[in-house]
Each structure stands twice: as C-alpha cells, then as structure tokens.
C-alpha cells in the first residue's frame, strides 16, 4: 500500500521540467493569475511513512529550460490596484468598528466595553484587545482625549505599534545562491497561488528562479504549478504524484544550483497540524535540503488562511516546531475574514509577517505595511 512512496530510478527518469515555450510568453497577468487561482481539490493527505531519497546524481537533474525570464506585461493590460481600504471593507473588523464610531459615541465606559467587544470578536484575540482597551481606559481616566475622534486616532496608532515590529519585509539575500523559500501550512490556504504570485513579483525583480513541485500527493497540484511556470517561462521541477517530495525539492535544489538560479520556491502539500506523519515529512525536507546547503531553506514561509481565526495561533505553534517557520503571509483577508487575526498573530509569536493576500489577482498579494492595513480597516472619520 505504502509502494507509491519508494522513490525508484525509474521515478527519476520521470522527472520533468515545464519547458520555456516561447508561444506563451505574451500571456497577460490575468490569465497568469487565473491559472494561479485556479480551483483545485482538497488533498487526501495520508499518512505514511518517510523514506530517504535516492541521492542522484546533479546531472540527472538539470533543467533543460532556460532562465529565461518573461517580459513584464504591460501595465495598462492591468485593472487598476485596489486600495487596501477596498479590500478590507468586507471584514467584520471595519464594519464592527464603523458602525461603532458612526454613532458619534460619547466616551465613555460602555464605549470601551463595546470597543473590546468589538475587537475580540474581529480575531484580534482576548490578549492583544484587552490591552489594547486597557490602555486606552487608562488614557480616557485621565482625560487625554476630547471626544471619540481622538480616541479613534489613538486606537489607529496603537494597532500600528503592535503591528510594526513584525513588518519585517522577505530580503532575498544574495549569499545564498540559491535563496531556498519553502511554502507550507495546511490544506487550501493559499501556498501554490501565492508561490504564483511570488514567483511574477521576483521574476519582475530580475530574479533567476525556478519551482519545486513539493506537492506531490495530486496530479492537479503539479499540474498548477508546472501550467504556471509554462506560462511565464519559469522551470518548473517535478516528479509524478506520490513523489516523494522531500526527493523532489533535493532535486530541484540540485538543479537550481548548477543552472545557477538565484531563487528556488518549493510547494509543498497542505496537511493539517496535527498530522503529525505528514508534520514530520517537514523536517526530512529540511534535513535532505541541508545536505546540498546546510544553510537551506533560508525561509520557511508559514501561510495561515486569514478566515482561520483564533486557530492560527494553533498552526503556527505546530508548523514552528516541525519546521521552524521564519515569516508568515496572510491570505484571503478580502471576503470573509474578519481582520484582526494578524494583530493575534504579532501579539502572540512576534514572527514577521511578510506578505498578506487581498484577493486572488496577481496584484493582490502586497507586502505587509501596518499604515495601510491598519487604516483600511478603521472607519476614516467618525462619520465614516
Ligand atoms: N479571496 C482570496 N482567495 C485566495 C487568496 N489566496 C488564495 N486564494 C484562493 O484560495 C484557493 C486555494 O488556493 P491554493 O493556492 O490552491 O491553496 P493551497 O494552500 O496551495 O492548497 P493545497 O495545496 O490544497 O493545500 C484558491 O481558490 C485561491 O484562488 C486571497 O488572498 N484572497
Ligand atoms: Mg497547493
């Protein structure tokens, strides 16, 4: 039953690389991104067991695919960005507190009751609302603010100090070459979409670099990938599903290393945290990747599905210890997601949070900046 998971020569013949295809260079951001965004089905995600990869040979391994990196699409092809106000609007985070502060409330008591309400129940988390609330009584006692205007502009700058010390954006450090990011986090939360959209962002930055099909439990999540590089000229390594998929990032390692690639983003298979078969399968991609660098993976970017809720905390606690996770991105705070579960993410871990995801077009995943985070979820005045 366990047999798919050997990794024989034979499944290191069927490695492949998307080839560059020169008729698909001109294809326009949206239809990267639809493919991006494309729907794919759930994992099975079973357990089994780990077995070590074959250490083959560099050059059974090399892209035959040039580094070739598309040419940017034009920009008027582009609709125009969407403000973060925009895409946060939905969330019950803006709403809570807007209906709050429109009711020109007068300060008091009952206000920061409601205030704290208001937040715990946007996901900011019991911890970080409490004090943020407590602080804001203590300044209201001693008369610091005139009415709920003032008070609203020190909750804006509060929620800014809290968020600014995990502002710490991705710097592709060039001694590492490659710069080996591992994407991970449970099942639909945004890992392959957001490799597409991270890979269009450094490939515009001139990056050299090259894919890790690393989720090798379904057809489709290759298939999404390697479509993905296939469009926008970037190799793409993978192996047929059932791979072993610590095997296939050594290998796209290896490969990137003798193309000389400075940039490797390797997929991996969503599993819940409390697998922890699969959990382990984490730190044996880790430990085969020291093999060719022991500096490797020099970041483990941990995604958390922004409607999780107060279950991140969870996620991110079980991702840390199997694998050690250096920055998180937030994803879907459009739509559903009530906002504030970044602000329970900085209280708890402190852990630089490097991306979040606004929607599902390319454009849509921004790097991480407090202001404008922080201000698209505050009502703009209190007739707001
Ligand atoms: N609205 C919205 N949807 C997003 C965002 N990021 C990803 N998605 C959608 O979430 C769905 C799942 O995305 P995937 O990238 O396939 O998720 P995954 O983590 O790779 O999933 P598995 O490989 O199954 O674990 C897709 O429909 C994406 O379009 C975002 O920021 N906003
Ligand atoms: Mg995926």
New binding site residues.
């Given amino acids: 039953m366990f047999k798919f998971w050997k990794k024989s020569p034979k499944d290191a013949e069927k490695q492949q690389v998307a080839p560059a295809d020169a008729a698909v260079a001109d294809v326009p951001a949206e239809a990267a991104a639809d493919v991006?965004?494309?729907?794919?089905e759930?994992?099975a995600n079973p357990v089994e067991p780990i077995v070590e990869p074959a250490l083959l040979p560099a050059a059974e391994f090399v892209a035959e695919a040039p580094l070739a990196v598309a040419p940017v699409p034009d920009a008027a092809a582009v609709p125009a960005k969407k403000t973060w106000r925009e895409r946060l609007s939905g969330s019950a985070f803006a709403k809570n507190l807007g209906a709050l502060f429109s009711r020109k409330p007068k300060l008091d008591d009952a206000l920061l009751d409601e205030l704290e309400t208001a937040l715990i129940t946007a996901d900011v988390g019991v911890a970080a609302s409490t004090d943020l609330v407590e602080n804001l009584r203590r300044r209201v006692n001693k008369r610091e603010f005139e009415d709920a205007t003032q008070l609203l502009a020190a909750l804006r700058e509060a929620l800014i100090a809290l968020l600014v010390p995990v502002a710490r954006p991705l710097a592709i450090a060039p001694e590492h070459k490659p710069f080996v990011l591992l994407m991970v986090?449970?099942?639909?939360?945004?890992?392959?979409?957001?490799i597409g959209k991270l890979a269009r962002r450094y490939q515009q930055e001139g990056h050299d670099l090259m894919l890790a099909a690393g989720?090798t439990f379904r057809a489709a999540?290759v298939e999404?990938l390697k479509t993905w590089g296939e469009r926008n000229r970037v190799p793409v390594i993978a192996q047929g599903s059932g791979a072993d998929a610590a095997s296939v990032i050594f290998d796209a390692l290896q490969s990137a290393k003798s193309k000389g690639a400075d940039l490797l983003i390797a997929?991996t298979?969503?599993r819940l945290h409390t697998q922890s078969g699969l959990m382990d399968e984490l730190s044996k991609i880790r430990r085969v990747l020291g093999k060719l660098d022991a500096s490797a993976p020099h970041e483990v970017l941990l995604?958390i599905d922004?409607t999780t809720g107060q279950n991140a905390i969870n996620q991110v606690r079980q991702f840390r210890a199997a694998i050690g996770v250096t920055g998180l991105v937030v994803?879907?705070?459009?739509?559903t997601a009530k906002g504030g579960v970044i602000f329970a993410l900085a209280k708890e871990f402190g852990l630089p949070i490097r991306f979040v995801?606004?929607?599902?077009s390319l454009d849509?995943?921004r790097v991480f900046d407090p202001a404008a985070f922080v201000d698209g979820l505050l009502p703009q005045n209190l007739a707001a």
């Fill in positions: 991006a965004a494309q729907p794919i759930p994992a986090g449970v099942n639909g939360v945004g890992k392959t979409t957001t989720d999540a999404q997929d298979a969503g995604v922004g994803s879907k705070l459009d739509g995801g606004l929607g599902e849509d995943l």
